[in-house]
């Protein structure tokens, strides 16, 4: 077994932020889809220069990019402002913030 220090090369960052790139360059103008695309590759590029593992490192660092920071983030979810945060809340949040859990936290 090789030890290092470097993380695995299987951490999707730099490819999606490529793909999305890529589907943003492709995408008609004037659409909704390029503002969704261009946050995609924003998210990615900045995931790509801090690098967390996929999992809830990655989670973390996406919801605060995309919030500004995590008491925003749980603000942003507290959907009735009960102070937690339910499944339900936090589903939606993450889909309002277009935060995909499969790929951020590696999971199918």
Known sequence: AMASSARPSSIPWVAKRDAA?????????GTTSLTRLSGEADLYEHLASSMPLQGTGALVEAMAYRSG???????????????????M?????MSLLGLDLEVICGIS
């Open 89 to 93: 809340e936090f589903a939606g949040g």
């Open 69 to 87: 920071d995590l008491e925003k983030a749980f603000s942003f979810m507290d959907f009735n402002g009960n102070g937690e945060v339910s499944l």
């Open 21 to 29: 790139r890529l589907r943003l360059q492709q995408a008609d103008k």
